[in-house]
Nanobody, 116 residues
């Protein structure tokens, strides 16, 4: 059974930083491109960043370019999202999933709240 478990969220002031982690089990992690997604209240889930199997190709949505960094460690079956210069509009539940996403893989996500 596939499990993707996100952690590292929390409450942070504008301009602050957080590092999200996603631990995967039940899949051959190095065979999968991975993505970080987020869903803000009342909005559709959106792709924030993705990374190819070995980290060669990385993409970001425009709103986070220059502030967020996605990375992965295939030896630890984990993908990370370093988030700097956080803004209130980054407030959302953050999820990891494969790219393209698999409907059965969604976990509970981790809440990120940016507020003063």
């Amino acid at each position: 059974q596939v499990q993707l478990v996100e952690s590292g969220g929390g409450l942070v002031q504008p301009g602050g930083s957080l590092r999200l982690s996603c631990a995967a089990s039940g899949i051959i992690f190095s065979f999968k491109a991975m993505g970080w997604y987020r869903q803000a209240p009342g909005k559709q889930r959106e792709l924030v960043a993705d990374i190819s199997r070995y980290g060669i190709v990385i993409n970001y949505t425009d709103s986070v370019k220059g502030r967020f960094t996605i990375s992965r460690d295939n030896a630890k079956n984990s993908v990370y999202l370093q988030m700097n210069s956080l803004k209130p509009e980054d407030t959302a539940v953050y999820f990891c999933n494969t790219r393209p996403e698999a409907l059965d893989y969604w976990g509970q996500g981790t809440q990120v709240t940016v507020s003063s």
